[in-house]
Nanobody, 111 residues
Framework: VQLQASGGGLVQAGDSLRLSCVVS????????MGWFRRATGKEREFVAA???????YYDDSVKGRFTVSRDNAKNTVFLEMNSLKPEDTAVYYC??????WGQGTQVTVSS
């Protein structure tokens, strides 16, 4: 099973990005999935998660700006990021408690 994150890029403050995490060889249906990030020189931190019953959870730093969702038919979890700030700059990782970690996708927000 592989988790493939994509959608990162270089944007300006206030812009939006949509990250995707495709689970190949497995399923996102009925399983919790999470997004984490690691900024340069910092520890990896929790960003958002969606439970098996589709209840979302967010870190306070992104609440109201980020939205986590899933598409079971596409085995994909999304992270919609709006009103991006320079402090959102990090490598973003998706995680499945069942399958582990995917590779990261870089998000860089310029001021």
């Amino acid at each position: 099973v592989q988790l493939q994150a994509s959608g990162g890029g270089l944007v300006q403050a206030g812009d939006s990005l949509r990250l995707s995490c495709v689970v190949s060889g497995g399923t996102v249906r009925n399983f919790a999935m999470g997004w984490f990030r690691r900024a340069t020189g910092k520890e990896r931190e929790f960003v958002a998660a969606i439970t098996w019953s589709d209840t979302p959870y967010y870190d306070d730093s992104v609440k109201g700006r980020f939205t986590v969702s899933r598409d079971n038919a596409k085995n994909t979890v999304f992270l919609e990021m709006n009103s991006l700030k320079p402090e959102d700059t990090a490598v973003y990782y998706c995680n499945s408690p069942r399958y582990g970690w995917g590779q990261g996708t870089q998000v860089t927000v310029s001021s």
